[in-house]
Each structure stands twice: as structure tokens, then as C-alpha cells.
């Protein structure tokens, strides 16, 4: 098993910044794509960003030009780097990973989760 640990998320005011961190942890595993995930109250999970192992990144329209996704392939880590937040950005942000687990093994793995909120 993989498992993921998510931290940094708090309570902001609109148009301040928050970073998140995710690592990964578990034995004898390779991580191809991470990423994050959000899911406000009442709504359905979204996807808000992605990185490959190779540095490939892909967001959701809605934060382009504000969040930035970044991986340390040496640490299994990813952060996200979120800028001038509004309060539609507040939700529970969750990482994901996918790779290969003893080789052989396809993992897709999901954090607890981590509260962003967003203040007007």
C-alpha cells in the first residue's frame, strides 16, 4: 500500500495564498502521476491540477494563472501553490497518486484530505 499525508491547509482570507503538501510513503513503490483534488460542500470531487514524474502539469481552467503544481520526485512529494484565493476555492483539497507498487502491482491512492477555507 501507498499512503498519502496531506498538510498545509487553513483558513485564508480572499486574495492571500496557501501551500499544500502531499508525500507519499510505503515500500518498494514508483509514482508515476500526483495530484490534487477538491470537493466543496454539496458538490462532487474536481479536478484541480497534475504532475507527470517527468514534470508534465495540467490544471483546471478555474485556477490557472493562480495555483501552481510542483513534485520532489527524491521525497515522493507534491505541493500546490495557491494564490490569490477566492472563496469558491474553499473545499477539502485532496492528493492523489497512481504508480506501480512491487513492479508489477497499478496503485491509484487518495489522501484524507486537507479543509482550505477562504474568507471574504
Do not use: H
Amino acid at each position: 500500500q501507498v499512503q498519502l499525508v496531506e498538510s498545509g491547509g487553513g483558513l485564508v482570507q480572499s486574495g492571500g495564498s496557501l501551500r499544500l503538501s502531499c508525500a507519499a510513503s510505503g515500500s518498494m513503490f514508483s509514482v508515476n502521476v500526483m495530484g490534487w483534488y477538491r470537493q466543496a460542500p454539496g458538490k462532487l470531487r474536481e479536478f484541480v491540477a497534475t504532475i507527470t514524474r517527468s514534470g508534465g502539469t495540467s490544471y483546471a481552467d478555474s485556477v490557472k494563472g493562480r495555483f501552481t503544481i510542483s513534485r520532489d520526485n527524491t521525497k515522493n512529494t507534491v505541493f500546490l501553490q495557491m494564490n490569490t484565493l477566492n472563496p469558491e476555492d474553499t473545499a477539502v483539497y485532496y492528493c492523489n497518486a497512481n504508480g506501480v507498487l512491487y513492479r508489477t502491482e497499478l496503485f491509484n491512492s487518495w489522501g484524507q484530505g486537507t479543509q482550505v477555507t477562504v474568507s471574504s
